[in-house]
């Protein structure tokens, strides 16, 4: 079974910073583009960041511009996000997901269960 | 940036009958580059549709979609309980790369 289970969240101070990672199994895992979308408390889904099947190429919404890092690890099958000067409104609950297709661009066909980020004081 | 913006907010049908949701885009989109996804509360969202118009694996029959340029459609043509949820449309094919409708929930009236 394709599966994709996210771990890392947490609650952290404002300024703060917090490291996800996102497990792959059940398929070829470097066949795919990745991303991460999020979903503030009774809102709705925000796309985050996007890497292609091999790290090559890179994209993330300019709300998260300059402070998140998108990464991954294809020998781990793992996706990975650094936010480093969380803020207020970076509290979400945090999916990873792949796309349709080995770039950054494409639908997103699987989709895990989520990790929520809590900034607060 | 190319916003979604999508109609009606809310939308309370019974079962049976047939649903149409919209997405409308702030500028021209490549038909194949439109998706929908339904979520239910507490859950993921899953895909419904991409390419404008295909089923994603597992989709029945009954949701189909439609559409080009700046306007899209979602239409289940008979809804059935597990049907009502919240739906959103999203476009993959600009920069930034991906934006989100703000979503149409779908309730039981």
């Known amino acids: 079974e394709e599966q994709l289970m996210e771990s890392g969240g947490g609650v952290v101070r404002p300024g703060g910073s917090l490291r996800l990672s996102c497990a792959a199994s059940?398929?070829?895992?470097?066949?795919?583009?990745m991303a991460w979308v999020r979903q503030a408390p009774g809102k709705g889904l925000e796309w985050v960041s996007g890497?292609?099947?091999?790290?090559?190429?890179?994209s993330y919404a300019d709300s998260v511009k300059g402070r998140f890092t998108i990464s991954r690890d294809n020998a781990m099958n793992s996706l990975y996000l650094q936010m480093n000067s969380l803020r207020a409104e970076d509290t979400a609950l945090y999916y990873c997901?792949?796309?349709?297709?080995?770039?950054?661009?494409?639908?997103?066909?699987?989709w895990g269960q989520g990790t929520l980020v809590t900034v607060s004081s | 940036e190319i916003v979604l913006t999508q109609s009606p907010g809310t939308l309370s049908l019974s079962p049976g009958e047939r649903a149409t949701l919209s997405c409308r885009a702030s500028?021209?989109?490549?038909?194949?580059?439109l998706a929908w996804y339904q979520q239910k509360p507490g859950q993921a969202p899953r895909l419904v549709i991409y390419?404008?118009?295909s089923r994603a694996t597992g989709v029945p029959d009954r949701f189909s979609g439609s559409g080009s340029g700046t306007d899209f459609t979602l239409t289940i043509s008979r809804l059935e309980r597990e049907d009502f949820a919240v739906y959103y449309c999203?476009?993959?094919?600009?920069?930034?790369?991906?934006?989100f409708g703000q979503g149409t929930k779908l309730e039981i009236k």
């Open positions: 390419g404008a118009s």
């Open positions: 059940g398929f070829t895992f470097d066949d795919y583009g």
């Open positions: 997901a792949r796309v349709t297709g080995g770039l950054t661009l494409g639908a997103f066909d699987i």
């Open positions: 999203q476009q993959y094919g600009t920069s930034p790369p991906n934006s």
């Open positions: 500028q021209s989109i490549s038909s194949y580059y």
């Open positions: 890497i292609d099947w091999n790290a090559g190429s890179t």
